[in-house]
């Protein structure tokens, strides 16, 4: 089994900045893709940012030259900086794995999602 366990949300003003962190732990073999997902109130879960083991990254766009997506692959981590926040970035946000087990296959895993909560 593997866990994905957030952290860093929370309240902040319009303008403000937050960074959340992600941290996979279990049985890993490998992660190849990790991201970032939000859910904002009555809306679809959207892929925010997403990264590759080899450091390729790929933004949503309204979220493009103000979010910044990074991982440590010695610590199984990912993190995504958030700047310039707005109010629709209020969201429940969900980090993602893709992990690649001792046997070689392949599974999703989900954080348990963080609120970040953007008003004046």
């Known amino acids: 089994q593997v866990q994905l366990v957030e952290s860093g949300g929370g309240f902040v003003q319009p303008g403000g900045s937050l960074r959340l962190s992600c941290a996979a732990s279990?049985?890993?073999?490998?992660?190849?893709?990790m991201g970032w997902f939000r859910q904002g109130l009555g809306k679809q879960r959207e892929l925010v940012a997403s990264?590759?083991?080899?450091?390729?990254?790929n933004y949503e766009d309204s979220v493009k030259g103000r979010f910044t997506i990074s991982r440590d692959n010695a610590k199984n981590a990912v993190y995504l900086q958030m700047n310039s926040l707005k109010p629709e970035d209020t969201a429940v946000y969900y980090c993602?794995?893709?992990?690649?087990?001792?046997?070689?296959?392949?599974?999703?895993?989900w954080g348990q999602g963080t609120q970040v909560t953007v008003s004046s």
């Open positions: 279990g049985s890993i073999f490998s992660i190849d893709f």
């Open positions: 990264i590759t083991r080899s450091g390729g990254t």
């Open positions: 993602i794995a893709g992990v690649t087990n001792e046997k070689g296959y392949v599974y999703d895993y």
